[in-house]
């Protein structure tokens, strides 16, 4: 439990700001902190067996035949990352205290921290693909809400949106690509999978799974071309900059390629795609980020080089460059974090993030300055810092691969200009804010910011000096545990020093810091330059093309919903059949083995009606009460039906829905206009006619072929069972309110609400009650004929009897509470027909609501009853006793929750057409009242 521990207590630390915001702030940050910090405290206490390579994983089954657990698996990999997801969580959480103002909820915006900090921790604990999935998607939806936190500012509601967007659409490829790697491997469960890796690179479906997967790291990951959406997500807060788009969110994408590296790298397709797009993003991130004058915009522009730099790394696909690409994965996360922090520090004390203004802060901010310019450094490469040893071991893996063949030459020098760029975007943040004169215009005089508020970035910058002067003692343990993890094997032998002698990859550092410098001594004729291109603004283009799609996307609906139901029923009707027609091309033949049953008399007779019937309803359609009597005639035949083949529960089912449709229909009927529509145009009819014909022709061809073949059916289960386990002989009331039970309940749920809704559509409405028909005769002045009333209040007590008797038999024979129930409702609404409805008022006063509320509640309490006796949520229970003169009987709990089946048919059925029904009334409505309706 230990393990579900860490996924649960961030969930559950989401809660604790709502209702810790009433203290005073720092209270709220400290509450906030207790759950993230013992989650942190349970991987910690994991870290000696983590460290040795060894892998914990506990799983509970969910929904097993569809491969959904509940499963955590924790190894080297995802011990790293939890360490960067809490640690660096906790340090926001502290960094946020000092950060939002007093006018910031503080509370909203801790919960939307804590559910996206469990939404990582869920991706990278998660030991099922799926679930893993379902944690990578409200990863996007809990950082739409933090990069929207600020809603009241345009820049940051489209910025959210296109975060969402694209990464959202990630997600969908992503999905793809997992349910095509669970039909390979045959389950979701992440360890078969990553051990399946040569059944998966062998697979014919390997290309659609490689590239679906990677769409969805590529956006994730801000990867070229999907990197727009991060620097505009720079609209947040800047704690959410610093955790999200360094440590966490941007990182997941990288986790998911490291995660699926043994099972989706070693081809030359994997070394194509991924490294070339890592290469561009290297090149591109770094480029633009020299341009940029926002801090935020620099390090967002940074963070997409480097995050290109550690795709570029896993796509050379050697053992060392995978290794390298973890050690970067860690060094980034430190150092950028760090430098977001410190910005949103200039940000916070000066009133600015505009370079141009920002200068000479060490006079005012020396503290911070000191720690801005390690972290920088650090990222610029500079040695005895940890980005040194990472981009050290980044250059020696381009001279030693061959992914372009006789052009892998360019990659160690394009990587080495990169770098360049590197070392020049980081002297201009260290140069132009700190030092270059004076500040210009800022909003307020620069000063050092609260204590606490630089305890974050002091710790995140110990950790960067550590790791570059100690790297062996700090870091090594973790980065083999993580890189044998990512690996799935030994991780190759190599030297994690501060000094490897003179050699080409230290040549490689000293042209990338020479280079950066000149690049950035010629900064202004490289920003002359830059100024000729027009600088899209991204969120202009993405905006475009959102509308263009909305556009196309209202002109199909447009052409689909037009308000025709033959243009929906045709459109629905010919993808059917394009659907099925290729495949029952492909069966040779239509009848199979199995012998058809002889066509008696009686059948033959009934088959024929039944076509009649139905042909007879579509010709006389316009005379509408001669159409309703044909097409009850065909209810009757299928219920005759249904009785042939040895079903008088569906029989029984089929008369009581019929008589309710039909009384439904007629009370609908009075209130439609007295002369229908004119006739189709022919070439319509036409239409109509043939794509009938085609559906109707597959639809007998399909079940054709199923009738006559063999039929492999559960109902030998049930039939088995339906006594032993259920106690009844009725196999299917027994499957209603046993084995089905829970379907049976959510099915009389949705009855009841369905007929909550019709209520409140009904209950206020004022329909004109037409004075006579089509032909102008008018209604007779006997609304209720005594022969009617009169042999209605007979059959009622008579009808009751038997609804009482239906449902008692159920159990055992043909019945139960669903068919009672009509039979009741009939039975009621009858005397509603015959007497109206102030008579019926004045002698039956029932609740219909209270019916249907107290039968649901009578299900729920039967089928939670079984909880007392330690049994599974309507679990049934049966015995049989003997009384003297009465015998041997039996006696089962399913009876109760067929009583609560029963009171939400008859309430439901009543307030539907109890309710229509009562629009016919003798009140009448002022044509006045209609007008102002």
């Known amino acids: 439990m230990k393990l579900f521990a860490v996924l649960l207590l961030p969930l559950l630390g989401s809660l604790v700001p709502l209702f810790a915001a009433r203290f005073n702030r720092t209270v709220c940050a400290w509450l906030t902190a207790i759950a993230p910090a013992i989650a942190l405290g349970i991987v910690l ?35 790293l990352f939890l360490l960067l997801i809490l640690g660096i969580g906790l340090l926001i959480i502290l960094y946020a205290r000092y950060y939002l103002s007093q006018k910031d909820s503080i509370g909203r915006f801790f919960a939307y921290l804590m559910l996206f900090m469990t939404a990582m921790v869920g991706i990278v604990a998660s030991g099922n693909l799926l679930q893993m999935w379902f944690f990578w998607e409200l990863t996007s939806i809990s950082s739409f809400l933090l990069i929207s936190f600020w809603s009241d500012r345009t820049e940051a509601r489209k910025g959210a949106r296109m975060a969402l967007t694209v990464t959202g659409a990630g997600g969908l490829a992503l999905l793809a690509g997992v349910i095509l790697i669970g039909q390979v491997v045959g ?68 986790f998911l390629m490291a995660r699926f590296y043994p099972v989706l790298s070693g081809t030359d397709m994997w070394f194509m795609i991924v490294s070339i797009t890592g290469l561009c993003t290297l090149l591109v991130g770094a480029y633009i980020a020299l341009f940029k004058h926002d801090l935020k915009g620099l390090l967002a522009y940074s963070t997409i080089s480097h995050l290109g730099l550690i795709t570029l790394l896993l796509g050379m696909d050697t053992r060392m460059a995978a290794v390298a690409a973890i050690f970067h994965i860690i060094n980034h996360a430190t150092f950028k974090a760090s430098l977001f922090m410190a910005a949103g520090i200039i940000d916070h004390e000066s009133g600015s993030r505009d370079m141009r203004q920002l200068n000479g802060l060490w006079k005012y901010m020396p503290y911070t300055a000191t720690l801005a310019i390690i972290a920088a450094s650090s990222m610029a490469g500079v040695p005895l810092l940890n980005g040194f040893l990472s981009k050290e071991m980044f250059f020696t893996e381009t001279l030693d691969q061959g992914t372009l063949g006789s052009l892998s030459w360019a990659i160690p020098v394009l990587a080495t200009i990169g770098a360049a760029f590197s070392v020049a975007y980081s002297l201009r943040f260290m140069h132009d804010v700190f030092f270059n004169g004076e500040p210009v215009n800022l909003p307020k005089t620069p000063h050092e910011p609260p204590r606490y508020m630089k305890l974050p970035v002091e710790i995140l910058v110990a950790c960067c000096l550590a790791v570059g002067m100690l790297p062996g003692l700090v870091v090594l343990d973790l980065l083999n545990a993580a890189s044998s993890a990512t690996l799935q094997g030994n991780v190759p032998e190599y030297n994690l020093a501060i000094w490897h002698g003179f050699n080409i990859p230290l040549l490689m550092s000293a042209l990338a810091m020479v280079g950066g410098l000149i690049i950035y001594y010629n900064r202004k004729k490289l920003f002359h330059f830059q100024g000729q291109f027009p600088e899209p603004d991204s969120k202009l283009v993405f905006e475009a093309w959102v509308q263009a799609l909305v556009r196309a996307a209202s002109a199909v609906h447009g052409w689909i919903e037009n308000g025709s139901l033959q243009r929906y029923l045709a459109i629905f009707l010919l993808m059917t059949f394009a659907v099925s027609v290729v495949p029952l091309m492909q069966l040779q033949e239509t009848a199979g083995l199995r012998s058809q049953l002889p066509l008696d008399y009686a059948s033959g007779t009934a088959a024929v009606l039944l076509m009649l019937a139905a042909f007879a309803t579509i010709i006389w359609h316009r005379q509408r009460l001669i159409s309703l009597l044909m097409l009850s005639v065909v209810g009757l035949i299928v219920s005759v ?41 022919p070439r319509r009819l036409v239409r109509d006619i043939s794509i009938s014909a085609l559906v109707g022709g597959i639809v007998g061809t399909v079940n054709y ?98 609804s009482v008797y239906i449902f008692l038999r159920g159990h055992n024979e043909p019945g139960g ?90 309430g439901a059925t009543m307030m539907i057409l109890a309710n229509l029904g009562k629009l016919t009334t003798s009140e009448r409505v002022d044509t006045r009242e209609l007008e102002n309706l």
């Open 45 to 79: 206490s994991l870290s000696p067996q983590l460290l040795n390579g060894e892998v914990f994983a506990y799983a509970v089954d969910w929904v097993p035949a569809a491969g959904l657990e509940l499963s955590v698996r924790l190894d080297g990999l995802a011990f």
């Open 187 to 254: 389950s979701y469960d992440l360890q078969k999978v990553l051990s399946s890796g040569d059944l998966i690179r062998e697979s014919h479906q390997y290309p659609y799974i490689l590239v679906l997967v990677l769409l969805g790291a590529f956006t994730k990951s801000a990867q070229f071309p999907f990197h727009f959406w991060l620097p505009n997500a720079m609209a947040a807060p800047t704690p959410v900059s610093a955790y999200l788009h360094s440590a966490t969110m941007v990182k997941a994408g990288i």
């Open 641 to 681: 039906a249904f009785t042939r083949f040895s079903a008088p529960d569906l029989a029984l089912t089929q008369l009581a829905v019929e008589v309710v449709t039909v009384i439904l229909l007629m009370l609908a009927l009075f209130f439609l206009p007295k002369r229908t529509p004119k006739e189709s145009a």
């Open 705 to 802: 072929a199923l009738m006559t073949r063999p039929l492999e059916s559960i109902s030998d289960f049930f039939v088995a069972n339906s006594k032993t386990g259920g106690g009844g002989t009725n196999v299917v009331n027994v499957i209603l309110v046993d084995f089905r039970g829970f379907d049976t309940f959510g099915e009389i749920t949705v009855l009841g609400i369905a007929a909550l809704g019709i209520y409140k559509l009904i209950v206020r409405m004022r329909l004109y009650m037409p004075s006579g028909d089509e032909f102008g005769r008018h209604w007779s002045t006997d609304s209720h004929p005594m022969v009617l009333s009169t042999i209605s209040q007979m059959l009622l007590p008579l009808a009751l009897l038997v």
């Open 817 to 906: 509470g669903f068919i009672a129930g009509l039979i009741t409702a009939v039975a009621i609404i009858q005397q509603y027909i015959a007497n109206g409805v102030e008579w019926m008022k004045e002698r039956i006063s029932l609740n219909y609501q209270a019916l249907i509320g107290s039968g649901l509640l009578i299900a729920f309490v039967t089928g939670a009853g079984s909880f007392v006796f330690d049994r599974p949520f309507l679990t049934s229970w049966f015995d049989y006793f003997k009384w003297p003169w009465v015998g041997k009987f039996e006696l089962a709990s399913a009876m109760m929750f067929d009583l609560g089946v029963y009171l939400t048919v008859v």
